[in-house]
């Protein structure tokens, strides 16, 4: 079965809101990756994390591998924001470095 | 920041007919992968490959499915015969090591008609 668990499908916010973005995972993933898709398709690094937070402007992501989870927050969101997030995790140990997808957050930013 | 180049971006293919598609990794990067996403879903991991060998390969890498690196130059999936089933955006990515971060191309929309 699918080892990460992505909420939500889908998000809107309005411009200067904010929110969080959510990964579960069914087994013990070493590292978490957080990625954003935009409107062409490209896949941008967001945080790459094998422990604890991580902030970079108005996004911060934590990975608790403990409690398996990850989270991205989204503060003061823009319309540029907008597209889908991914979150990607490495089983560990001896994961090959295989990414496992969420099955994506679809973010929508509003005026 | 680093980048991967995949080229093309887009191709359109005969069912039957063989393709090849090519990833230039970052310069320094050991690792290579190719992932498959079809209509912006969810990605999927095809294969991994290192030191000249496949190290991990799922089950969506199907037995039509080779990928190599001749010499240092660019990482390839080929893909022979294709089917339509294989229309998908596919996707290079490479890493320095095998706990570091992986950096993603831009991807190459494939269509198979």
């Known amino acids: 079965g699918d080892q990460v668990e992505q909420s939500p499908s889908a998000l809107s916010l309005h411009e200067g809101t904010g929110s969080a973005l959510r990964c579960n995972f069914t087994t013990t993933m070493r590292a978490v990756q957080w990625f954003q898709q935009n409107s062409r398709g490209s896949l941008i690094n967001l945080f790459y994390?094998?422990?604890g937070t991580k902030e970079n402007g108005r996004l911060k992501s934590t990975f608790n591998s403990k409690e398996s989870y990850s989270t991205l927050h989204i503060r003061d969101a823009q319309l540029e924001d907008s597209g889908t997030y991914f979150c990607?995790?490495?089983?560990?140990?001896?994961?090959?470095?295989?990414?496992?997808f969420g099955q994506g957050t679809v973010l929508s930013v509003i005026p | 920041g680093p980048k991967v180049l995949q080229i093309p971006s887009h191709q359109i293919i005969d069912m039957g007919q063989m393709v090849t598609l090519n990833c230039d990794p970052v310069?320094?990067?050991?690792?290579f992968y190719w992932y498959k996403q079809i209509l912006g879903q969810q990605m999927e991991f095809l294969v991994n490959f290192y030191n000249g060998k496949v190290m991990e390969k799922s089950k969506l890498f199907k037995d039509q499915f080779s990928v190599e690196r001749p010499d240092g130059s660019y990482f390839t999936l080929k893909i022979q015969p294709t089917a339509l089933e294989d229309s998908a955006v596919y996707f290079c990515?490479?890493?320095?090591?095998?706990?570091?971060?992986?950096?993603f191309g831009k991807g190459t929309r494939l269509t198979v008609v």
């Open positions: 994390l094998a422990s």
């Open positions: 310069s320094n990067h050991l690792y």
């Open positions: 990607a995790a490495e089983a560990g140990p001896g994961g090959n470095n295989k990414l496992t």
């Open positions: 990515a490479s890493s320095l090591g095998v706990n570091t971060e992986v950096f």
